[in-house]
């Protein structure tokens, strides 16, 4: 899936979907995503007859951090109903998240993340304040359990 080309790619369009309450796809317009990331920890190790001062390093589990997904306050339910269920207990509520980076003509995908068993873990409103002119933004937090690249 990935797309290579010597120029890289903006980092301005892009699009998140995931599968809807009611089984159809959800495709949301956000305005930022942060948190692609993935660390694997290291235990060290050093044998008290090992001739070299410094221990060897063996890879262990892999670690993946919270995404979060911003986007304008548009009166929809959606994000809050889906932390919600999760809230009441529902832990079977869980969803395959994708999020895909776009070409200069938002028509081909050209690099995508995919986010395996996500839940909302945090869901933030917006900061209002009178004297400020900005758009007025919500945050919902995924853990999730694995994240493919293609």
Known sequence: MAVERAIPYGRFKFMVEWDGMDGSTVEAGFSEVSGLDATICVAEYRAGNSPVNTPIKIPGM??????????????????????DEVSRGNVNLIRSVTISLLDESHNDVVYRWRLRNARPVALYGPRLEANHCAVAIEELVLAHEGLRID
């Open 62 to 83: 892999t670690h993946y951090a919270d995404v979060h997904l911003k986007r304008g306050v548009i009166g929809s339910l959606d994000l809050y109903q889906w932390f």
